[in-house]
């Protein structure tokens, strides 16, 4: 009985649809702050080590805004689902390597390495089962399907 009632079919789209959304979220709050405090940014990813912090600085504001929002809308969702996990871990070997430090401040990047590899985990999956049928992909696809049904039917 309640293997039925939580059928893959009838919970799957929903799913991905907040899947999408709360992976999104996360990273639109994040880059809208790097966004509007650029000068920052490029100073934290000196700070960071990572190589030319003013381009670091950039990739970041786009994969944390635009192709987080494309996620969440379901745009291109496979391939940006697999670009975005090899980004969040290269934020994850690039921002928090715990494996340097010591004390609180190994512990807490230790919390965030771990963190961005559970957010692959999920990009992984968003990659393998597509964005579901709440989404542009979906929409854009079953667009295209009715026009080849028009331009064969005439």
């Known amino acids: ?82 670009l975005m996990a090899l980004y969040t871990l290269g934020t994850a070997l690039i921002g928090h390597p715990y494996w340097t430090m010591t004390g609180a401040e190994q512990y807490a990047n230790e919390i965030n390495f771990y963190k961005n590899i559970a957010i692959i985990g999920g990009l992984l999956a968003l990659y393998v089962a597509g964005p579901g049928r709440f989404a542009v992909d979906a929409w854009l696809g079953r667009r295209a399907a009715a026009s080849r049904r028009t331009m064969h039917a005439a």
Not at 21 to 49: C, D, E, N, R
Request: hydrophobic share 65%; no cysteine; net charge positive.
């Open 1 to 82: 009985m309640f293997d039925s009632l939580l059928h893959k079919s009838y919970f799957q789209d929903p799913l991905l649809l907040a899947a999408r959304v709360l992976i999104a979220w996360l990273f639109v709050l994040f880059g809208w702050g790097k966004l509007v405090g650029f000068a920052g940014t490029v100073a934290y990813m000196q700070h960071t080590g990572a190589p030319i912090p003013v381009l670091a600085a950039a990739i970041a504001v786009v994969m944390e805004v635009p192709v987080a929002l494309a996620i969440a809308f379901g745009a291109a969702t496979r391939p940006l689902a697999l």
